[in-house]
């Protein structure tokens, strides 16, 4: 399980009780203070899905809108934050699948070498994005939802309108692109590195 779907687990605090309480009668500060609190992290969530940071700050607004539309449903079951969470990562799914990028890249057949897992990467956060950002738009969004957000490959494919044995062929080929890239990064920082011993 991720540490995403384990804040899911937890209670809404009496402060975001509150604060959602206030959003929910239309109180404008409270809805500032609901979305200067979440915004940050939710944009992270966002550029992870996005090829860009204008598309990313796209889905973001589109992402708060619902949130506050949808407010009234929250069930203070688990963490605000894990619900506004699931939102932001479902508004980011459709826009890729408004501009029509996911189906067009889960059918690429490419078979890359290698195979890597995200426990095996001694990276900088900064890195990784960079590297998740090189894959085909379909591979990353399976690895984010799979990896990072920690959906099954069942609910995966529903949520993507795609088989669950076509989500762990499009992980298990996005790892192996995965590794590659981080060969060719591992490749150029000893070149960088030897450069400057030489030095």
């Not at 540490?3 to 500060?29: D, F, M, P, W």
């Not at 969004?141 to 920690?150: F, S």
Request: hydrophobic content about 35%.
């Amino acid at each position: 399980m991720s540490i995403y779907k384990k804040k899911l687990t937890q209670k809404t605090s009496k402060e975001e009780s509150l604060l959602v309480e206030k959003c929910c009668r239309g109180n404008a500060k409270a809805q500032k203070c609901l979305y200067d609190r979440f915004s940050p992290k939710m944009m992270g969530v966002c550029l992870r899905y996005a090829q860009n940071k204008a598309d990313a700050e796209d889905i973001l607004q589109e992402g708060f809108i619902r949130v506050f539309t949808s407010l009234n449903q929250f069930q203070f079951k688990g963490s605000l934050e894990g619900w506004i969470r699931r939102i932001m990562v479902n508004t980011s799914i459709n826009f890729l699948k408004k501009n029509k990028k996911i189906k067009e890249q889960l059918n690429v057949e490419d078979v890359f070498p290698k195979a890597i897992d995200k426990t095996d990467m001694n990276l900088r956060t900064q890195d990784i994005m960079s590297m998740l950002n090189q894959l085909p738009e379909g591979y990353k969004t399976v690895i984010n939802l799979y990896a990072i957000e920690g959906y099954a490959h069942k609910e995966i494919g529903e949520m993507l309108n795609i088989s669950e044995g076509t989500s762990r062929s499009q992980y298990s080929r996005g790892k192996k692109m995965l590794r590659e890239i981080q060969a060719a990064y591992d490749k150029i920082k000893m070149q960088d590195s030897e450069g400057g011993k030489n030095d």
